[in-house]
Every structure is written in C-alpha cells, then in structure tokens.
C-alpha cells in the first residue's frame, strides 16, 4: 500500500500542535527516499479493549491487530474497508479489525478461557504461543460492486511486525519495515491511580523514483543481502539507513504521550529533514445497526428464526461493540 499522495500544505516541525492521541500522521523523509505513517492510539484503544474486559495477554494481542489496521487501513484512497484478521489453533484463536474510511475502527477477539487460563500459568503468553499455528488475512473492500482483493500470511511463529513485512514483500512489493508497541499505564488518582490502554506504531516504505534503485529491493526474488533471520532486503544506502533508525525507536516513546508521533519523527528522522502533513483522526465506532442485524434475520427460514428465540424473544449481540438488539419473532413470521 502506498501512501496517498500528499495534496494538503506540507509543515515543518515545530509549526504547529501536535496531533495528539488517535491521529494518524503520515510523514515523508525525501532524501532517504522513504515515507509512511504514524500514530499512537489512548482513548479509541482503552474504549475498545475496556468494553470486553479482555484477559491482559488477549488484549496486548488486539491492541497491536489494532494498530496496524489503522497504520495500514488509513492508506485508502476510495471509500471502503480494510480489515485484519487471525485464524488459528491457538487459545486465541481470532482477533479481527477492521478500519472503515474516513475514520471508523472496530475490534474484538476469541480465545478458549480454560487453554488461555492453561498458557498463562505456564507462562506461555508470547504471541506466538497465545496464537498457534494459522493464517493472517488482510482483506481490501471497496464495496459491493467490487471484488475483494485479500492477501494471506502465514502464522509462523513470528511477530505481527514481521508478518507485517512478510505481507508487504509478497503481496504488495514494496520494503516496508513496522514497528508496534503497546504498554497499560496507570495515572495518577484515587485508589491507587487508574490503568489506560495505549499503543503506538510507525509504518515506514522505501519508495525511489529510479527504477535502477529497485532491482535489488525486499522482493521475492531479488537479489538483495540476506538477514539473519533469512529475510533479504535491498542493498540501497538509504534503505539501509531509514530501517536502522527506525530500529532504534523504543516501545516506552510509540506510547508515551509526552513523546508524541511528530516529536519521535523528529528524533529519529530529523537529520535528513522529516516533513509531516494533516493526517486524520480515528476513532471507536462500529458500523452495526437495528436495520442491518433485521435484514440478516428477515433471511432466516421458519426454522432458524424458531430456534433463535429465547424468552419469547430473538437476542442478538455484536461482537464488536457489545450492544444487544432485542427482536419481536413475529416480525420475521
């Protein structure tokens, strides 16, 4: 995914606020040929993970799902939907989200209590563990009168940063490195203080005008050097060069909120010039309905709509937001 062209004025560092929480900053580095996206995400995260009480390893889990579906989901450049999703044989088994444009994100997870109860005694709680064997789908909607376009990773073992990369040199053909951080702090208070979800993360992509400086990128079947994790990446200096900085930001400044995404753009970045430009704000929002939920129901048979009833009436909770809608069954006769 490319970012989108930048068609508002640019700005230097320093002339104007910063963006805060739950705004996503893209950002440009020119002479290092790279440019990309940042965000660091507080209430729009505490709101989500807050409304399921998920089980602190499950929610470190969604909340990094989360903020790469917003790092990657706000590149869109058309109305539609960008979604992030596991499947796997793992006590957590799924975790989905999804980013509606212009700003709209939503979330949740599945996972087996009794095998998650099981791992964390054992002091199995690394993603790898929590998650198993599987696959990742990204997923592009841009509505119903397109075709989906989906790309599939495999769940190996490694982290969603480097599934993140492995997406990208596959699918998409453009070296891009990832970085995700996810940290519960607690604030000053009554009782001890009180515990707030955040997350950070930046997207960087390597994107030269000259056609002779791809040759040896991060592609299938380049010719560049090989990691040691047995990842090739483009021999290019200033590839190099942006990867390596980016390496150096710390997950205590991708959550901080006294950092900020422009401050950490400027430590890493400034030397070369870093410009950032209006990004967007996101925000907790579910796009479920009384009249969507009803017109999946209107679709059942006699006998689905009978064994849907439960005290005389026909429940439906969403999964993402939690709220109920409560249905007459004669409606449905």
Request: contains cysteine; glycine residues 10%; hydrophobic residues 35%.
């Amino acid at each position: 995914m490319v970012p989108q062209p930048v068609t508002s004025e640019t700005r230097q560092l320093g002339e104007f606020g910063f963006a805060g929480d739950d705004h996503v900053v893209p950002f440009d580095v020119d002479p290092l040929d790279v440019r990309g996206r940042a965000v660091q995400l507080g209430p729009m995260l505490d709101q989500i993970l807050a409304r399921h009480t998920y089980p602190e390893p499950v929610a470190r889990l969604l909340a990094e799902v989360i903020v790469l579906t917003v790092l990657l989901g706000s590149s869109l450049k058309f109305e539609g939907k960008f979604i992030v999703q596991t499947r796997s044989d793992g006590p957590v088994d799924m975790l989905v989200a999804d980013f509606t444009t212009p700003s709209s994100v939503r979330a949740y997870a599945r996972f087996d209590e009794t095998r998650l109860d099981e791992a964390m005694a054992a002091g199995k709680v690394a993603p790898e563990d929590l998650l198993g064997a599987g696959v990742l789908a990204l997923t592009v909607d841009q509505g119903s009168d397109m075709q989906r376009y989906q790309g599939i990773v495999q769940l190996d073992g490694t982290t969603l940063e480097d599934v993140a990369r492995t997406y990208f040199r596959q699918s998409e053909q453009i070296p891009t490195e990832v970085r995700l951080g996810v940290a519960k702090m607690v604030l000053p208070g009554a009782e001890g203080g009180q515990e707030h979800w955040r997350a950070g993360g930046l997207l960087l992509q390597f994107l030269p005008n000259s056609s002779e400086r791809m040759r040896s990128l991060d592609l299938p079947g380049g010719d560049g050097d090989e990691d040691h994790d047995g990842s090739t990446h483009p021999e290019d200096d200033a590839w190099q060069e942006a990867r390596m900085l980016l390496s150096t930001a710390e997950i205590t400044e991708l959550v901080d909120p006294t950092v900020g995404a422009e401050r950490l753009l400027y430590r890493l970045f400034h030397e070369h010039g870093v410009r950032v430009y209006e990004g967007a704000n996101v925000r907790d929002d579910c796009s479920c309905s009384r009249d969507k939920i009803k017109s999946v129901l209107d679709g059942f048979t006699p006998e689905e709509v009978a064994d849907s009833i439960e005290d005389g009436v026909i429940r439906v909770t969403c999964e993402f937001c939690s709220t109920e809608y409560v249905f007459d069954p004669g409606d449905f006769s």
